[in-house]
């Protein structure tokens, strides 16, 4: 990139950090030092974000990594706009008029953390009629598509319980990567058989009977771990759905009275890994719905006012994306180590920052004087809520 290149993808950020309020082509004209068509022309161009983000995370994460997806819903009006169709919302229960982006994070498990890397946008019934595809292989097509970038940071893809169907968790198996899913709670399981076969003619015993839940095999389960609150079930088992051997993690819950109230089938492609980690990595995955929490209540991640899909995209990335700087910044504040992130509390601490540059231009305040030093540090924090 270019000099002025550079310098629009850092004051976009720092404005989408620190602008309160809906976050859209004429805020940026507010609050910046440009007018509107700087930014549309700017948003028009590509920028590699899932190369931006990942030399941004070197050296702030773990060793025990896992790649999290997750398609989400964003309102929008109007019939002009790229890619606008119906789809799916979670806290609607219901189909409705808008966009769909499917988004990749990086999960860092041992923090219970989540950081962005890149979200693509989803084609509507009409594009996907023209290919002759499904939603469902447009998001395992991103996997097979990406996948390169994915195992920079692991192996592992963790999805919920939409994803285990075998169409899907093939693609991610001929990506060279493991899928940790969870099944449906009636999910048709067997055992596979480890017994001695019979002599003679005939194929040999594969199978030993179907899974009941509700009364695991001991011969063939092991438990691996035991709280007050659930129990974790171990074995490899044959899916009937999937059409492959899975490593399977059976996990009982209790109510207070210490007595079992429900159970949740999870599963690795990967038979070697240990069920106690495969239902650690995939509770992980909630993560990535704060991600999206956080983007649209807070860097305007439902406000973005492009209609083509190159403007769409960029503004997707750019508000999940301050996500992740936000994150940074306040890993790399003093005396933020035992606190917890807010993205309240950054919002917050941009937006006061953006109001006294403002202030410091205008009035020619020197704010490297030692007498202005304690008293703008004092002006960051105003309005910041206790962790």
Known sequence: MNRPRKYFIAYTIWLFSAIKGRINF???????KFCEQYFRIGFQRTFEFLDFNSVLLKGHLSNTLAVAMDPSYISKAGKCTAGVGYFWSGCASKAKWGLEICGFAVVDVAANDAYHLKAFQSPNAEKLKETDATLLS?????????????????????????????????QVVK????????????????????????????????????????????????????TTEYQTYSAVVYSKALKRKIRLALVIFFDKNGRPSAHKLYFSTD??????????????????????????????????????????????????????????????MENTCEEKFSMANAKTLNYNALLLERFIEA??????????QKKIKELLKYGQMAA
């Open 175 to 226: 990506s060279d990567m493991h899928l940790i899913c969870r099944l449906r709670d009636d999910a048709d399981l067997k055992y596979l058989y480890d017994g001695p076969q019979k002599q003679g003619k005939g194929r040999p015993k594969q199978y030993d009977g179907k899974v009941n839940v509700k009364n695991p095999n001991m011969h063939y389960f092991t438990i691996e771990e035991q």
């Open 363 to 372: 009035f020619g305040i020197n704010p490297n004087a030692a007498k202005n």
């Open 138 to 170: 447009h998001y395992g097509g991103l996997v097979q598509e990406n996948a390169s970038k994915w195992k920079e940071f692991s192996n592992y893809l963790l999805a919920d319980a939409f994803f285990s169907k075998k169409p899907f968790v093939d």
């Open 26 to 32: 004429l805020q940026l004209k507010r609050f910046g």
């Open 271 to 332: 038979t070697s890994m240990a069920a106690c980690l495969v239902f650690k990595y995939y509770r992980s995955r909630f993560q990535i719905e704060f991600l999206y929490r956080d983007a649209k209540q807070y860097t305007g991640l439902c406000h973005g006012q492009g209609r083509s899909s190159e403007k769409i995209d960029f503004h997707v990335n750019a508000a999940l994306t301050t996500v992740n700087v936000a994150k940074i910044q306040h890993v790399n």
